[in-house]
């Protein structure tokens, strides 16, 4: 497919689409030029995909040999001034943990793609997300975003750059089976409507510059590799000039820059979209493919005479604490819907604190929730 459009970078126009395809293309129209990873079902379309089109638009694609060479590849490259990308599947990526924290802790910009699968198997499930939020070691916030459709997967992509190249850090798009491996109806903007973020340069010379001196944003200006600068990106606790201090006070200050930047632009990270919650007496909290059966049972629900709504959350790190709390008020019942044994509906009941009653809604046997599943819980509470 992608010789039908040699060197375009953003493929303008309405497509019947693979999920993991419009990732590739998300990734492209955000500016992406480097691309390595490791095959693994059913991430493996993304890599198909961007060796294909890397070398189109001028850029690079690497398949590395394992997992761990294609984090730290990425980290590279992005260190070299590229906007980078990887993408696996759940066992890939407790392979990429030490990479990922090492981007942390250097302040590495790039793009995950963890397109979910039950263990060993190309069964659908949501059983990653914490691991997404707390897999790499020591203090750290994460950026974590969960599309539900093939046209989010795309739009999310594209933001995940966004975000990365903002706020210098790796951010992860939680992708599923289910989403990966299904085509819809996508539709990609003209290339002069896209909003790209570019990481903000030094304005300094090289000899005033300090590597790690916060703007204030907490953000960091990031040079590239060969332009003078010479900066140490060390996992170890390091000062303002990028110096390795064992020092607790230089951690503590550095450890609280790191996390500080995400917690402060909770309004610029953050993102959850509301359906039917005006008079809604029950909600439904989903993310991810979900969200798919969760609103047909809104909707079913509601023809019934019972109150439900749906709140969707766009961003799973970090908690969408704000909009959740707002959410519950005056509900009777919270139901958190999700593909696992219950990981996320814990975050629910922590935020919810006593506001409302939550009801779990979880179901791990490789397939996402019927409606009438959804609806049964609903009907159970509602009686």
Not at 101 to 123: L, M, S, T
Request: charged share 25%; proline share 5%; with cysteine.
């Amino acid at each position: 497919m992608s010789g039908e459009h040699p060197g375009e970078r953003v493929l303008t126009g309405t497509h019947f689409m693979l999920g993991n395809h419009a990732v590739a293309e998300g990734a492209l129209a955000a500016g992406c030029d480097f691309f390595a990873g490791y095959p693994i079902t059913p991430a493996n379309e993304i890599c198909e995909r961007m060796a294909a089109r890397m070398p189109e638009t001028g850029g690079k694609f690497l398949q590395g040999e394992d997992e761990l060479c294609s984090i730290f590849a990425v980290m590279g490259a992005s260190l070299a001034g590229a906007k980078s990308m990887t993408a696996t599947a759940s066992a890939g990526y407790n392979y990429m943990q030490e990479g990922i924290e090492y981007g942390i802790a250097a302040e590495v910009p790039c793009v995950i793609v963890d397109v979910q699968r039950c263990r060993g198997e190309n069964f659908a499930t949501q059983a990653d997300v914490m691991q997404l939020r707390w897999g790499a070691a020591g203090d750290h916030e994460m950026i974590v975003l969960a599309p539900s459709s093939v046209q989010e997967l795309f739009d999310f992509t594209l933001r995940a750059f966004n975000l990365a190249e903002r706020f210098r850090t790796p951010v992860v798009v939680m992708s599923e089976t289910t989403i990966a491996l299904m085509r819809e109806k996508l539709v990609i903007p003209e290339a002069t409507t896209i909003e790209t973020v570019t990481r903000r340069r030094p304005s300094q010379p090289p000899d005033d510059f300090l590597p790690f001196r916060a703007e204030p944003d907490d953000v960091p200006a990031m040079p590239s590799f060969g332009e003078g600068y010479h900066v140490l990106y060390s996992i170890n606790p390091h000062d303002e000039s990028g110096s390795i201090q064992w020092e607790p006070r230089v951690f503590e200050g550095l450890y609280q820059r790191i996390t500080g930047k995400i917690k402060a632009h909770y309004d610029e990270i953050v993102e959850t979209r509301a359906f039917c919650m005006e008079d809604a007496e029950f909600v439904l909290i989903a993310y991810g493919s979900e969200c798919r059966p969760a609103l047909d049972a809104v909707h079913l629900a509601r023809a019934k005479g019972i109150r439900v709504g749906l709140l969707k959350l766009c961003t799973v790190w970090p908690v969408p604490e704000r909009e959740i709390r707002e959410a519950l008020k005056g509900v009777r019942c919270a139901f958190p819907v999700e593909m696992n044994i219950g990981r996320y509906a814990g975050e629910i009941e922590r935020v919810a604190g006593g506001l409302c009653e939550v009801r779990r809604v979880t179901k791990n046997l490789g397939s996402v929730h019927t409606i009438e599943e959804i609806l049964g819980e609903i009907e159970a509470v509602a009686r």
